[in-house]
T-cell receptor, first 109, second 113 residues
Framework: TQLLEQSPQFLSIQEGENLTVYCNSS?????LQWYRQEPGEGPVLLVT?????EVKKLKRLTFQFGDARKDSSLHITAAQPGDTGLYLC?????????FGQGTELSVKP | NAGVTQTPKFQVLKTGQSMTLQCAQD?????MSWYRQDPGMGLRLIHY???????DQGEVPNGYNVSRSTTEDFPLRLLSAAPSQTSVYFC????????????FGEGSWLTVV
C-alpha cells in the first residue's frame, strides 16, 4: 500500500487547459514537497510546503498544503507542452522522505 | 561542487551476481538515502541514513544492504541480484529538517538478466 496516494496517475490534456493533481494520505507530514522529473534524469524540487493551509505559487503552478497536513494539491493554469513530465509529491515522515507514485502529465499542442 | 555522485550509470548483471552502487556527496549532509524507481510506483525508499554509523530500513529493504562509515559515502549492495531488482536507482542527500531541499544523483540503470 502506498503511504502517499497521487491522482490521477496519467493525465493527457490540450495546451491551454487547467489541471489539478492530488496527493493524499492518512498520515500527518511535517512538510510536503512537489517534484518534476524528466526522462533519464533525477527529480527536481519545485516547492516545499510546511504550514497547514499554506498556498505557494510558482508562475502558473499553485501548490496547497491541507489544513491537517495530510494532503496537498498542485494546480496548473493554462498548461503548456513544456509542462509535460512526471510530477511527484513527497512527504517528510519520521525522518524519512516518502514519495507518491507520480502523475504522468502530457500536454499536447 | 559535485553534489551527489552515483556510479555506475548503467549496469547489467546476471541473476545471483553481487554488486555495489556507489554514492558520494560533498555537501556534508547528514541524511542520505537510496530509492528505486519503477513505472507507476514513484520512488520507493530502500534504506536511509541520518548520519555516519547509522542506517535504517525504508519501504523496500529486502535484497539490499547499506553502510555509512563516513558522512560522504553511502554505498548500496546487492548481495545476490534478482530480476525483480531491475530498476532505476537514485541516491539522495539533504540536511534534515522541514523544508530542506533533497539533492538527487543522476540515477543508475540496473538490469538483472
Amino acid at each position: 500500500t502506498q503511504l502517499l496516494e497521487q491522482s490521477p496517475q496519467f493525465l493527457s490534456i490540450q495546451e491551454g487547459e487547467n489541471l489539478t493533481v492530488y496527493c493524499n494520505s492518512s498520515s500527518v507530514f511535517s512538510s510536503l514537497q512537489w517534484y518534476r522529473q524528466e526522462p533519464g534524469e533525477g527529480p527536481v524540487l519545485l516547492v516545499t510546503v510546511v504550514t497547514g493551509g499554506e498556498v505557494k505559487k510558482l508562475k502558473r503552478l499553485t501548490f496547497q498544503f491541507g489544513d491537517a497536513r495530510k494532503d496537498s494539491s498542485l494546480h496548473i493554469t493554462a498548461a503548456q507542452p513544456g509542462d509535460t513530465g512526471l510530477y511527484l509529491c513527497a512527504g517528510a515522515l519520521g525522518g524519512k522522505l516518502i514519495f507518491g507514485q507520480g502523475t504522468e502529465l502530457s500536454v499536447k499542442p | 561542487n559535485a553534489g551527489v555522485t552515483q556510479t555506475p550509470k548503467f549496469q547489467v548483471l546476471k541473476t545471483g551476481q553481487s554488486m555495489t552502487l556507489q554514492c558520494a556527496q560533498d555537501m556534508n549532509h547528514e541524511y542520505m538515502s537510496w530509492y528505486r524507481q519503477d513505472p507507476g510506483m514513484g520512488l520507493r525508499l530502500i534504506h536511509y541514513s541520518v548520519g555516519a554509523g547509522i542506517t535504517d530500513q525504508g519501504e523496500v529493504p529486502n535484497g539490499y544492504n547499506v553502510s555509512r562509515s563516513t558522512t560522504e559515502d553511502f554505498p548500496l549492495r546487492l548481495l545476490s541480484a534478482a530480476p525483480s531488482q531491475t530498476s532505476v536507482y537514485f541516491c539522495a542527500s539533504m540536511v534534515r529538517g522541514p523544508g530542506n531541499t533533497i539533492y538527487f544523483g543522476e540515477g543508475s540503470w540496473l538490469t538483472v538478466v
